[in-house]
């Protein structure tokens, strides 16, 4: 009773196990594949609406030792290829690193050429990209490759990839250039030529900006002329008329009591002429700057009649009798500063006065 159970116990796990390996999976993101002896079943049991798919996601079933069932990976797969060097229009070396996005589209192709190894098929699509970017960078130079065509270059690489790449049941959706560097020893020579070019540029931006300075500057210096001159006429302007004003104001002064007047004047000579004890002046004795000292009387005849006002004509003697005291008197205060250091020379008709009288 006991065997029977085993054999029993035996045979169920026998019969699970087969059953096991009869069935299998297919998942959302692989494509599977059955072979007989490593040979590709028929493509009866493809779908219809999606050619090149032999199952559909779900469960399948298939004989146990006879069939083999390879998956693959449905999903967009990332190739990030080596940096390789390229050629210029201008014989320019450049290092070039890309990377390209593709996916199965065709599994048995696909298994039929590269036998389902991811890595030669990786192998084979990097080798076309490398011969793809080595045609269009060799027809351009460095600037349309940099900045001006690359999108344009990634579009033509892109097409021409596909076509290629349907023998291998194989689907390039996009090939990109992460970046464009060149070699040390040409990086070295563009940077100077870069820097020359900007050196030349800011000389003359330099240039343009002096000649500017200095157009500026003669403008700045032009109206300053201008400004000071029409200042200086102005002022001229009005000191003469303000020359003109005090004159008519002293005349008028002057008339309404010209005694008084000449002894003010005298008295400010007598100031500035007698300022220091030690002075010496030497002067005729009766000369017109002591009128006031000869005159006890405090008169002086020579300008008892007035002085006209601004504009008015005065008689002849009025006139040179006035003229004469002024200038006499301004012409001793003016010139004694000239002769208070001199010592006294011996003369029959002069003697040395001090100015304590």
Wanted: proline share 4%; hydrophobic share 35%.
């Amino acid at each position: 009773m006991a065997g029977n159970k085993v054999i029993v116990l035996a045979m169920t796990a026998i019969l699970v196990l087969i059953g096991l390996m009869c069935i299998f999976t297919v998942k959302e993101t692989e494509l599977a594949l059955m072979l007989r002896f490593g040979k590709v079943i028929s493509t009866d049991l493809e779908d219809e609406q999606e050619p090149g798919v032999h199952f559909k996601p779900g469960l399948h079933f298939k004989v146990p030792f006879y069939h083999t069932v390879r998956k693959f990976d449905k999903r967009i797969q990332t190739l990030d290829a080596q940096p390789e060097h390229f050629l210029t229009s201008e014989k320019k070396n450049l290092i070039v690193d890309s990377f390209i996005k593709w996916r199965i589209i065709d599994v048995v192709t696909y298994y039929t050429a590269v036998g389902g190894s991811s890595l030669r098929a990786k192998q084979r699509l990097g080798e076309m990209i490398a011969d793809g970017l080595r045609s269009q960078f060799g027809k351009r130079t460095i600037k349309e490759v940099v900045s001006g065509d690359r999108s344009e270059i990634m579009d033509i690489i892109t097409e021409k990839a596909n076509d290629n790449a349907k023998q291998f049941g194989i689907k390039i959706v996009d090939v990109r250039i992460k970046r464009i560097e060149l070699p040390r020893e040409v990086s070295s020579s563009v940077y100077r030529r870069m820097e020359a070019e900007r050196e030349r540029e800011a000389k003359k931006l330099r240039s343009q900006g002096e000649a500017e300075a200095v157009r500026i500057r003669a403008e700045a210096d032009r109206k300053r002329i201008e400004v000071i001159s029409e200042a200086e006429r102005e002022s001229e302007e009005i000191r003469g008329n303000g020359d003109a004003e005090a004159a008519d104001t002293y005349a008028q002064a002057y008339n309404q009591n010209p005694e008084f007047y000449a002894l003010s004047r005298s008295l400010n000579a007598y100031k500035t002429t007698f300022n220091d004890r030690r002075d010496v002046l030497l002067i005729q004795p009766d000369s017109d700057f002591f009128n006031y000292f000869n005159n006890l009387n405090g008169n002086n005849p020579t300008l008892s009649m007035p002085i006209p006002e601004s504009g008015k004509k005065a008689p002849e003697v009025e006139k040179e009798t006035a003229s004469e005291e002024i200038a006499a008197t301004e012409e001793v205060g003016e010139s004694s500063q000239a002769e208070k250091a001199s010592e006294p020379t011996p003369s029959e008709d002069s003697s040395p006065v001090d100015k304590n009288g």
